[in-house]
């Protein structure tokens, strides 16, 4: 298993770098060693002084058929790595009993977070995915364990380019093509 320390802001010092790594550890071997192929920990702090929980902890972790995400900030770096992998460990959990019983029960839907405050739209990330064909309920638990509001991805059945989203009274939508 490969994991990446990198710090955003900030220099990673050795004994931070050798922290992250053991918090997390403990998680990837939750799913199993050879499920998990690689982590990326990137850890970045704030110089906003209005801002009070400075220290962001975010974890990506690449398993084979699913990307496990968590993001929490602190006041201080420690407290961040522990909180992101409390979170990712909930979630790595989540997986590995979704894993298990996927075949026996649809998968149930979650509640819609609450809105954030809009502004202009600018785009600010490009980011290239890998379209791969899987079922919907797949895609349903993928953009669950991602934390986000929608997921691209190709039908398994049509090899179309569909896309799944969260609506607001909880439930999902799927937008597919003609």
Not at 65 to 91: C, N, T, W
């Amino acid at each position: 298993m490969n994991t990446i320390v990198k710090g955003r802001h900030m220099d990673v010092t050795p004994a931070l770098r050798e922290y992250a790594e053991e918090k997390v550890g403990r998680v990837a071997k939750l799913l199993n060693d050879n499920l998990v192929m690689s982590i990326e920990i990137e850890l970045s702090a704030e110089h906003n002084p209005a801002i009070e929980k400075k220290h962001v902890a975010e974890v990506t972790m690449f398993t084979k058929g699913h990307v496990v995400r968590a993001k929490e900030a602190a006041v201080d770096m420690y407290a961040a790595i522990d909180l992101v992998s409390e979170k990712l460990e909930r979630q790595a959990y989540k997986l590995k009993t979704k894993m298990q019983d996927r075949h026996k029960a649809p998968t149930q839907p979650v509640p819609a977070e609450p809105a954030v405050e809009q502004r202009e739209p600018s785009i600010v990330k490009r980011k290239v995915i890998e379209v791969k064909p899987m079922a919907v309920e797949e895609a349903a638990l993928q953009m669950e364990l991602l934390g986000h509001d929608f997921f691209v991805f190709a039908s398994a059945e049509t090899e179309s380019i569909n896309v799944l989203y969260r609506r607001s009274d909880g439930d999902y939508g799927l937008i597919v093509p003609r």
